[in-house]
């Protein structure tokens, strides 16, 4: 499975942008999708996903600002950001894997598939 992720910018805080993620290859229809980010400094860390096809889960710090798509035709997922903050400013990584349970959706380390990071400025 190959991930390209798309869709980065700058943007002042308040603004909106919206993250692609188009997946090739063997691509199971139950695949787990999910996007993680990571600031300078930090760690990589859990935005949200879409487990298994099914449901949709965020961390809190993007709950109600932030909704994952998907279009199954495409294979591909979409992050819609709203309401941006300074604080969202990271490279934000689409990842996949096939098999995931869903205690192990939040952990970067769960994952078999990444793509290649797109980076997000927010100004304040």
């Known amino acids: 499975v190959q991930l390209q992720a798309s869709g980065g910018g700058l943007v002042q805080a308040g603004g909106s942008l919206r993250l692609s993620c188009a997946a090739s290859?063997?691509?199971?229809?139950?695949?787990?999708m999910t996007w993680f980010r990571q600031a300078p400094g930090k760690e990589r860390e859990f935005v949200g996903g879409?487990?298994?096809?099914?449901?949709?889960y965020y961390a809190d710090s993007v709950k109600g600002r932030f909704t994952i798509s998907r279009d199954n035709s495409k294979n591909t997922m979409y992050l819609q950001m709203n309401s941006l903050e300074p604080e969202d400013t990271a490279v934000y990584y689409c990842?996949?894997?096939?098999?995931?349970?869903?205690?192990?959706?939040?952990?970067?380390?769960?994952?078999?598939?990444w793509g290649q990071g797109t980076l997000v400025t927010v100004s304040s």
């Open positions: 990842a996949a894997d096939q098999r995931l349970i869903l205690s192990a959706m939040r952990s970067p380390q769960s994952y078999d598939y």
């Open positions: 290859g063997r691509v199971y229809s139950g695949v787990t």
């Open positions: 879409r487990f298994r096809n099914q449901n949709t």
